[in-house]
């Protein structure tokens, strides 16, 4: 169980926009730290998609945008394509127990 | 260009212990600010931050793991050894090296290796 939770799954047909939320508490999220979203295809390693709440690694596609209020953040997919069905992990730091990492419990996405 | 790769065995008997190697390119320890991080995967479950280590051996535990985990670096070959004691079968997973990336203390992996899958059986 983790402390950052996502729904489990998701989903849109092509060329729609979905949102994956990521919700903490005062200890995590609403206490400021950054947000970080992943993406994982199956049988491969996790590729960052978003630091520091909204900003892009170089190679992003700009469909992809992050956001974050209060205690919650938000991945949003815009011209939803095929190849964007995956895992997503939000990830955050966390003050309690002398501070650690931790990541959400990750979002299924299909296309319709 | 950044790359990282795991390096252990693949199956491992109850109450062991588990050695990890990650072995990188493209930057170093003697980099101020740099870090490297490990992080699991048990099969068809999330992703599990296990632990860190950074260019002046500043180290970080997951809460859960701290008393099992041991996190060290060899600066001269570029590498980190991530030591787990006393395994159990829910310690199966695939576990990652990553470079922590764009800011010292971010927790933002920017690099991954490809991940070993280390198997808990007797």
């Known amino acids: 169980q983790s402390v950052l939770t996502q729904p489990p799954s998701v989903s849109g047909a092509p060329g729609q926009r979905v949102t994956i939320s990521c919700t903490g508490n005062s200890s995590n999220i609403g206490a400021g730290y950054d947000v970080h979203w992943y993406q994982q295809l199956p049988g491969i390693a996790p590729r960052l998609l978003i630091y520091g709440n909204s900003i892009r690694p170089s190679g992003v596609p700009d469909r992809f945008s992050g956001s974050k209020s209060g205690t919650s953040a938000s991945l949003a997919i815009t011209g939803l394509q095929a190849e964007d069905e995956a895992d997503y992990y939000c990830q955050s730091y966390d003050s309690s127990l002398s501070g650690h990492w931790v990541f959400g419990g990750g979002t299924k996405l299909t296309v319709l | 260009q950044i790359t990282l790769k795991e390096s252990g065995p693949t199956l491992v008997k109850p109450t062991q212990t588990l050695t990890l190697t990650c072995i990188f390119s493209g930057f170093s320890f003697n980099t101020s600010r740099v870090g490297v991080g490990w992080i699991r995967q048990p099969p068809g479950k999330a992703l599990e931050w296990l632990a860190l280590i950074y260019w002046n051996d500043e180290k970080r535990y997951s809460p859960s793991l701290k008393s099992r985990l041991t996190i060290t670096k060899d600066t001269s070959k570029n590498q980190v050894v991530l030591t787990m004691t006393n395994l159990d079968p829910v310690d199966t997973a695939t576990y990652y090296c990553?470079?922590?990336?764009?800011?010292?203390?971010?927790?933002?992996?920017?690099?991954w290796g490809q991940g070993t899958l280390v198997t808990v059986s007797s």
């Open positions: 990553a470079h922590e990336g764009f800011y010292y203390g971010s927790g933002s992996y920017d690099n």
